[in-house]
């Protein structure tokens, strides 16, 4: 029986493919915290680049970590990211985030305002 090249090979792309889905992935790297209290936030220079530091604090019903820990914010959510950091501190509100890494100083890649 003979089977024409490209059957072959759409075989093989498809066993590929789903084989990708049974191969367990890494776990991601990224943290939530569900609910995190800004116990301070500011800027920092290094060099010639501004960064904006926050430290938190897990209020979480089962916190990750204890202490007061410092991350800085994703340059990518630029101002509107430290504007939603400033609002909910002014607010006093808790804020969900997402961090890579559960680390001091990794950075702080996703910020939700909560209730």
């Not at 904006?52 to 991350?71: G, L, N």
Request: charged share 20%; glycine share 4%.
């Amino acid at each position: 029986m003979r089977f024409k090249k490209s059957s072959i090979l759409v075989a093989l792309v498809m066993v590929a493919v789903f084989s990708l889905t049974l191969v367990p992935s890494t776990a991601s790297a990224y943290e939530d915290i569900i609910s995190a209290r800004i116990v301070m936030i500011g800027t920092y220079l290094s060099g010639e680049t501004t960064k904006i530091v926050v430290t938190i604090a897990d209020e979480s019903a089962t916190p990750k970590f204890t202490d007061e820990r410092q991350y800085f914010l994703h340059p990518d959510l630029g101002n509107q990211g430290y504007a939603t950091l400033l609002t909910a501190f002014s607010l006093e509100k808790n804020v969900r985030v997402r961090v890579e890494s559960l680390d001091q100083l990794s950075l702080i890649s996703v910020i939700y305002c909560n209730q």
